[in-house]
C-alpha cells in the first residue's frame, strides 16, 4: 500500500509549562504593559532584553511587537527616509520589502543564487546605489559573511541582518545577527521563539539603539530598559525621535524568557528532522539539495530543495502527488502567492527589473515547514513520499 503522511505541516509544539506558568504570572499581577511595575520589579520585557543581549553577545537589546517592525525601527534608527534606496534580498518574504517601502524608501533588490543566499558578485554590482543593506537570511541560509561584509565596509554601507530565520545560527563563529549595526528578530509562531506575534532587535551602537527604544514608545521610561544605553544618550536625542508605538508586553515577553532558555535543545532537535530529510532525498535524479558551507552553523526549522529547470506543470504535478500523499510543499515559481509564499514580483508597488537569476531559481524551488510535532520517523516518511513523486514525475519528463 503507498504511504501517506497525516500530520500538520503548520502545527507547533504547545507552549511548554514552565513558559505556561511565566504567563500566568504576569496575568495574575495585570501588569501587562512593559513600563507597568512594581516598586523594585524589573518587567518580564525588560529581562528578556538582557537576556536576548546575554544570547547574541550584542551590547544593547529591544523587545517589540513584531520582526517586521524591528526591521522598520532598524532602518528609521539609521535614518532611512522617503526616496532613500535600500538594497535587500530578492527572496525573501514580504515584510522585508514592506518594512522598506513603510519608510517611503526604495527596495533594490539583489539576485539570490541557486543556494539560496544573496548574489555577492550582483551585490557588488550594486553596491554603489544605496548605503544601507537589508540583509535576510531567508530560510535560514547564511551567505559568505566575510566576503559580504568586506563588500559593504568596502563601499560604505551599513547592514541591518533580518535574523528571523537564523536566531541561534552563527557563521564562521561569529553568531547571525552580530555582523550588521542592527540585526532583527522575529518570535512569530513559525519561528524559533513563538509568542504569537513579537520581535526583537540587537546592537552595539550606543546612538542606534537609543533612537529604536525612543521609536518604539517608551515614554522617557527608557530607564525601565533591560539593555539599553545610558540616560545621557537618550538625553542627547529624547525630543527629536518620534514615539512610532510598537513595544512588546510583559505576556509574550514571560512566555519567550523561557523558549530562549530551551532554543539550544530545540534548534538541535530541528537540525536532526533537518538532516533526515537531506539525507532521504539525497541521489535523487532531477532533484538539487542546497549546499551547506562548512562555515554555517544553521538551524532550519524548514526545508528547502531544487527542481532545477523543472517546466511549471512538472513541479505543479509534484507538488499536487505530494498533497495527494500528505506532504505539503510550497513552490515560489507559483503565478500567485499562496499564503507565505510569494516572490518579487509579486510585490507590485516595487518598480523592480526582472532578475533572471531570481526568476530561474524560484521557479524550480520548493519548501516545507519542519515542526518539531514531526519525529525524525516522520521526516524519513516525508523524504520517501517526496522522492517517490519527484521520480514518477521526472521518469516522465525524461521520457518526454
Ligand atoms: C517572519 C519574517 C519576517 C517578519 O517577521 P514578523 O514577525 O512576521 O513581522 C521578516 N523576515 C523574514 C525572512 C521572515 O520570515
Not at 83 to 88: P, Q
Not at 251 to 268: D, M
Not at 366 to 382: G, N, Q, S, V, Y
Amino acid at each position: 500500500m503507498e504511504e501517506r503522511f497525516s500530520k500538520d505541516f503548520t502545527q507547533q509544539e504547545p507552549i511548554e509549562p514552565e513558559a505556561v506558568e511565566a504567563a500566568l504570572r504576569v496575568l495574575g499581577h495585570g501588569r501587562l504593559h512593559r513600563y507597568n511595575v512594581a516598586a523594585g520589579e524589573e518587567s518580564e520585557a525588560a529581562a528578556l532584553e538582557r537576556e536576548f543581549a546575554a544570547f547574541t553577545g550584542a551590547r544593547y537589546a529591544l523587545a517589540v511587537a513584531s520582526g517586521g517592525y524591528a526591521i522598520a525601527t532598524a532602518l528609521r534608527a539609521l535614518g532611512v527616509g522617503p526616496g532613500d534606496r535600500v538594497l535587500t534580498n530578492a527572496f525573501t518574504l514580504a515584510p522585508v520589502p514592506g518594512a522598506i517601502a513603510a519608510l517611503g524608501a526604495v527596495p533594490v533588490l539583489v539576485e539570490v543564487t541557486p543556494d539560496l543566499v544573496i548574489d555577492l558578485d550582483d551585490l557588488a554590482a550594486k553596491a554603489g546605489e544605496a548605503d544601507v543593506l537589508l540583509l535576510s537570511h531567508m530560510r535560514g541560509h547564511i551567505c559568505d559573511m566575510d566576503r559580504l561584509m568586506a563588500i559593504c565596509e568596502g563601499a560604505g554601507i551599513r547592514v541591518v541582518e533580518d535574523c528571523a530565520h537564523t536566531m541561534g545560527a552563527a557563521w564562521n563563529g561569529v553568531k547571525s545577527g552580530r555582523h550588521g549595526v542592527m540585526a532583527a528578530y522575529s518570535t512569530q509562531t513559525y519561528k524559533h521563539l513563538n509568542s504569537g506575534e513579537g520581535g526583537l532587535l540587537i546592537s552595539d551602537d550606543a546612538e542606534l539603539m537609543a533612537r529604536a527604544v525612543l521609536l518604539s514608545g517608551s515614554y522617557m521610561l527608557y530607564e525601565r530598559h533591560g539593555a539599553a544605553p545610558g540616560p545621557e544618550v537618550f538625553d542627547r536625542l529624547k525630543l527629536d525621535v518620534p514615539n512610532i508605538s510598537g513595544r512588546m508586553d510583559n505576556l509574550r515577553a514571560a512566555i519567550l524568557r523561557v523558549q530562549l532558555r530551551s532554543l539550544p535543545a530545540r534548534a538541535k532537535a530541528w537540525n536532526a528532522r533537518y538532516r533526515a530529510l537531506e539525507a532521504g532525498l539525497a541521489g535523487v535524479a532531477g532533484l538539487t539539495l542546497i549546499t551547506r558551507p562548512a562555515q554555517e552553523e544553521y538551524v532550519m526549522s524548514s526545508f528547502q530543495f531544487l527542481l532545477a529547470d523543472w517546466p511549471a506543470e512538472a513541479v505543479e504535478e509534484v507538488v499536487a502527488r505530494s498533497a495527494a500523499r500528505g506532504v505539503e510543499l510550497k513552490w515560489f515559481g507559483a503565478r500567485e502567492p499562496a499564503g507565505f509564499t510569494s516572490r518579487y514580483e509579486h510585490w507590485g508597488y516595487l518598480e523592480t527589473p526582472r532578475l533572471p537569476q531570481t526568476d530561474r531559481v524560484l521557479c524550480g524551488l520548493l519548501d516545507l515547514r519542519l515542526p518539531l510535532t514531526f519525529t525524525l520517523e516522520d521526516c524519513a516518511l516525508i523524504a520517501r513520499i517526496i522522492r517517490a513523486e519527484v521520480g514518477a514525475v521526472y521518469r516522465g519528463l525524461s521520457r518526454g
